[in-house]
């Protein structure tokens, strides 16, 4: 955006009193931020990459968030939807968004020209440490909240236990995913898919908690069926969005520690 000389704005923390889970009302209060800043333009990520859902009823929050915000917020700026994952593939798109924004064909070219390194930016690995390890599994989105990640992982830190992401990038947990041949179609149902695969078979992680929430971030229905059939061969709970976190960590523990 410096590139194009166009100003970044970005959202501060407001209060929003709606009846939605915590990671939903962080959202909105970035939506909102915006909105009474007074920007032009408002960037929206899409997580499914331009992928559609064919069956199923996939949450709206995951496969149409531009329509959901625009029934939620009124007089909502315009949006920008552009793809939530950076790659050489997203070069033309960024050429046309650049022209829109400053209706000068030539700057956004060489906007694009100075900036295209930064498409292939490489995945950075969180770093993590601890005992007695709990991978979660969870839709994408979910992990884009540092303040659900910390209240999560204080909870489960007040029994002994530490929080574990899936290390690998998104590509490589879709990847994952498509090998459990569950007929997934699109990217943030592979990603799910992919950490229980990669999570159940990492030694390292003693257990494993799955986050469902079937009206804002539901884990697809074949997975679901997959662990009712055949459940990871170490401790593992299905909880929801808004759980209490410690009270799950304690009878975790009991497994995991015992």
């Known amino acids: 955006m410096r590139a194009l000389e166009v100003e970044v704005v970005r959202p501060q923390a407001i209060a929003v009193d709606l009846p939605f889970p915590p990671p939903i009302r962080r959202l909105l209060s970035q939506v909102f931020s915006l909105k009474s800043q007074g920007v032009d333009f408002l960037l929206l990520p899409d997580v499914q990459l331009g992928v559609e859902a064919l069956k199923g009823s996939p949450s709206p929050w995951l496969t149409d968030l531009d329509a959901t915000l625009t029934r939620l917020v009124p007089?909502?700026?315009?949006?920008?939807?552009?793809?939530?994952?950076?790659?050489?593939?997203?070069?033309?798109?960024?050429?046309?968004?650049?022209?829109?924004l400053t209706q000068n064909p030539m700057l956004a070219r060489r906007a694009l020209e100075r900036s295209k390194h930064l498409l292939s930016a490489s995945f950075p690995r969180p770093k993590q440490s601890g005992s007695h390890l709990v991978g979660v599994v969870a839709q994408p989105?979910?992990?884009?909240?540092p303040e659900w990640l910390a209240e999560f992982g204080d909870g489960l830190a007040r029994h002994g236990l530490h929080l574990f992401l899936a290390d690998k990038s998104p590509a490589e947990l879709r990847q994952e995913g498509r090998n459990l041949e569950l007929g997934l179609v699109l990217p943030t149902d592979l990603e799910v898919a992919g950490m229980h695969r990669y999570l159940s078979r990492l030694g390292k992680v003693r257990g494993l908690l799955y986050i469902h929430d079937v009206q804002y971030l539901p884990l697809p229905t074949p997975l679901r069926r997959v662990l009712k059939k055949n459940p990871p061969p170490k401790p593992w709970r299905l909880v929801g969005l808004e759980a209490p976190w410690s009270e799950v960590a304690a009878e975790l523990a009991k497994d995991l520690l015992a």
């Not at 050489?88 to 022209?99: C, D, F, S, Y």
């Not at 989105?141 to 909240?145: I, P, Q, V």
Request: no cysteine; charged share 10%; aromatic share 4%.
């Open 75 to 100: 007089g909502l700026p315009p949006t920008l939807v552009v793809p939530a994952e950076l790659s050489p593939e997203v070069a033309g798109l960024a050429a046309q968004i650049g022209q829109n």
């Open 141 to 145: 989105m979910l992990f884009s909240d």
